[in-house]
């Protein structure tokens, strides 16, 4: 079994400041981890993914995550926000040996002018 | 390319009727899955397929039943609606375990 839990449900945050979206996850086989970003009345896209090798994953729009295999965690970040990264963001794991995708239930990140 | 598509895009059922939401992709994925969302609930797997004629049960299955008779088409039946099935639901496809999951724009769902 497998499970994820996002720490924060929401975070506020000022234009330009950094920010951290904190995602813990708990799984007895080796997984894959992502995060996905939904904008309001969208379907979900690709921020970025770990499957293996560097620990440190750059995505897109200027997002990072770091997979901590000891703390089972994978937190992502962003150095300096935009009004337009407002969003709700999923951390998600999935088994490497089968096909169930297992969301966390969600953060959502307003930033403010 | 359309991605992936759903239809409807909005519903209103009555408690005990039945219908079909429909999803297609037309990247060739083998992997397509049904999704619900719920408010600080995330998204939840209903059902998933790894290819045609292959089909298993995710984390919320019931009161759900699925088909994969072709590789483009993946719908998802409510055979009895009930008011716990209002919701969000998301359509996604991915050409295989490991790779991006690439999802519809939703079909909006209430149940009276």
């Known amino acids: 079994a497998q499970s994820v839990t996002q720490l924060d449900s929401q975070v506020p945050v000022f234009e330009e400041a950094p920010v951290e979206l904190r995602c813990n996850y708990s799984?007895?086989?080796?997984?894959?981890l992502f995060w996905y970003v939904q904008y309001p009345n969208q379907g979900l896209q690709l921020l970025l993914k770990?499957?293996?090798?560097?620990?440190l994953v750059k995505g897109i729009n200027g997002f990072e995550a770091e997979f901590n295999k000891s703390q089972t965690s994978f937190h992502l970040r962003k150095p300096s926000v935009h009004i337009s990264d407002t969003a709700e963001y999923f951390c998600?794991?999935?088994?490497?040996?089968?096909?169930?995708?297992?969301f966390g239930q969600g953060t959502i990140l307003t930033v403010h002018p | 390319n359309a991605g992936v598509t759903q239809t409807p895009k909005f519903q209103v059922l009555k408690t005990g009727q039945s219908m079909t939401l429909q999803c297609a992709q037309d990247?060739?994925?083998?992997?397509m899955s049904w999704y619900r969302q719920d408010p600080g609930m995330g998204l939840r797997l209903i059902h998933y397929?790894?290819?045609?004629?292959?089909?298993d049960q995710g984390e919320v299955p019931n009161g759900y039943n699925v088909s994969r008779s072709t590789t483009e088409d993946f719908p998802l039946r409510l055979l009895s609606a009930a008011p716990s099935q209002t919701s969000v639901y998301f359509c996604?496809?991915?050409?295989?375990?490991?790779?991006?999951?690439?999802f519809g724009p939703g079909t909006r769902l209430t149940v009276t």
């Open positions: 998600a794991v999935q088994s490497t040996s089968y096909g169930k995708l297992t």
């Open positions: 799984s007895s086989v080796s997984v894959y």
């Open positions: 770990y499957l293996s090798g560097s620990t």
């Open positions: 990247m060739n994925h083998e992997y």
């Open positions: 397929s790894v290819g045609a004629g292959i089909t």
């Open positions: 996604a496809s991915a050409q295989g375990l490991s790779y991006e999951q690439y």
